[in-house]
């Protein structure tokens, strides 16, 4: 395997085979049928399209040797049944949260009116006692009494773990809690303790279409690419509403300078783009397609998805938009991989105060740890910032510095609903990209107790683990599409 071990600035660094070669057959054998489908809208398409807009959506990853049917294969039959019931337990559907946080870069320009954009906060009654008193009686024992509770809510979040932690490792998560690690973190880290932080129950507020479109989506969107993807304002991202008219610009120029590139910046803007097209996905597959007696009907959309998706409408950009999501998913799958020792220690328990769901959500989340390092087509991120070590910590920081710069961007997200779940899925990027680079750290964890170098916030984790099972729903949302696509009334209605 080759590893660049050339500068940035230098040339174009040599990309490594960053995955092994991995056969459909490995689970050919596993497959089952999906799960049944909503009916869906077709929309109106030329009767001249006789081609799924995903035909071009095949084959090797730029950036890493890694085809697109076997993650799909991977994903839909062994994933996402397993992180689907993972996000369904309790520890995984409490996520708190500030929405109420001013947008630290423009004057806010109004909060979305329309009902779905609303979030219902999660009565505090309603979480699980574990859950909303803080990490203090993970290592004591719980308490009953109000005041009791009251100084638990208190406690610092530190991290998963159980209540038979030794004294002095009680003494070594106080310290730590004083502890700035924030030099470590791909984003900031929400105040839980903030008056305006609320619980919300993620599977009563699904991320869907909720109408929250214009000027300023687009506004949060252009200032992510067009200030924090390392680009210059000379050059012009290919259908970027707010930039000037290019007339037949096809985007190529875009491309020449996103190619010549660094693998870390080019690393960057996949990153982005991927998540921005899971997200574009989940609205599309989650539509409003109608209201019937005060109650809305919610399925698949194909004219927007083609909208957003098709080459013949996006001049081709679809295609490596959708490529993007699957790059993005390979990291974060390797991030979650690499975590695993973590999550492994047998000490380390995702707490909500009911002992028998603990311990069969965590035999779910290790069930699901080792499907992911049974996946043999790894990203390997040893290639990234490997140059001069002055120059690649720079980098790195930068890196860094870009993207905690887009979770403070999420502030600026006018509709609720949609500032929760871009908060809750690039904190889970941010997560995942903390994990990659702390492998040391990961690798020297003491097997009986808590270390010092590397921990995970309850928040951290919750974001962690649905984030990633955004992008396994959108996976398997385009597995639902392209059955959607081969459907005659796709063509002819």
Request: hydrophobic residues 35%; negative net charge; glycine residues 6%.
């Amino acid at each position: 395997m080759l590893n660049p071990t050339q500068t940035c600035g230098l040339l174009v660094l040599l990309l490594s085979v960053f995955c092994g070669h991995f056969g459909w057959g490995w689970f050919k054998n596993n497959a089952k049928s999906g799960s049944p489908q909503k009916e869906p809208v077709y929309g109106n398409t030329p009767d001249s399209q006789d081609q799924s807009c995903l035909c071009h959506l095949t084959g090797v990853l730029d950036d890493c040797f890694c085809d697109i049917e076997s993650i799909d294969v991977f994903n839909n039959f062994k994933i996402y049944p397993q992180i689907r019931k993972l996000t369904e337990r309790d520890f995984f559907r409490y996520y708190k949260v500030n929405l109420k946080r001013p947008c630290p870069f423009w004057p806010d320009d109004g909060h979305c009116s329309i009902k779905d954009c609303h979030v219902e906060p999660c009565p505090e009654s309603k979480v699980p006692v574990g859950i909303k008193s803080g990490n203090y009686n993970k290592f004591t024992q719980a308490s009953s009494s109000i005041s009791d509770v009251r100084e638990c809510e208190q406690a610092h979040e530190l991290g998963a773990v159980n209540n038979t932690l030794s004294n002095q490792s009680k003494e070594a998560f106080e310290d730590w809690a004083h502890h700035d690690d924030a030099q470590d973190h791909f984003c900031g880290l929400d105040d839980e303790m903030s008056p305006d932080a609320e619980y919300v129950d993620l599977l009563l507020n699904p991320e869907r279409y909720t109408g929250y479109k214009g000027p300023s989506a687009w506004r949060v969107w252009n200032s992510i690419y067009e200030e924090n993807c390392f680009k210059p304002r000379s050059v012009y991202r290919p259908l970027n509403p707010l930039a000037p008219s290019r007339g037949d610009d096809d985007g190529e120029g875009f491309y020449t300078w996103l190619e010549g590139l660094c693998l870390e910046k080019r690393v960057f803007y996949r990153l982005i783009s991927g998540l921005h097209s899971s997200i574009n996905i989940h609205l599309c597959a989650e539509y409003l397609l109608d209201e019937v007696w005060g109650k809305s009907v919610w399925g698949p959309n194909l004219h927007e998805f083609r909208r957003r998706f098709d080459p013949a409408e996006t001049k081709g950009e679809g295609t490596r938009r959708l490529k993007n999501l699957y790059f993005l998913y390979l990291i974060e799958l390797r991030a979650l991989t690499k975590v695993a020792p973590y999550f492994e220690r047998s000490f380390i328990n995702l707490y909500t105060g009911n002992s028998q769901e603990d311990t069969s959500t965590k035999e779910l989340l290790l069930q699901v740890l080792n499907e992911t390092k049974a996946f043999p087509m790894h990203f390997d991120e040893s290639s990234m910032f490997a140059g001069h070590k002055i120059e690649s910590k720079t980098l790195k920081e930068e890196f860094r510095l870009h993207f905690k710069n887009i979770s403070r961007i999420m502030d600026c997200v006018g509709c609720s609903k949609c500032r929760l779940w871009g908060t809750l899925q690039t904190q889970g990027l941010g997560t995942a990209l903390r994990i990659l680079f702390s492998e040391k750290e990961i690798k020297s964890l003491p097997e009986n107790s808590p270390s010092k170098g590397f921990q995970l916030t309850r928040q951290e984790i919750v974001a962690l683990l649905n984030g990633f099972a955004r992008l396994s729903t959108s996976i398997k949302e385009l597995h639902n599409f392209r059955t959607l696509l081969k459907d005659p009334r796709a063509v002819h209605l």
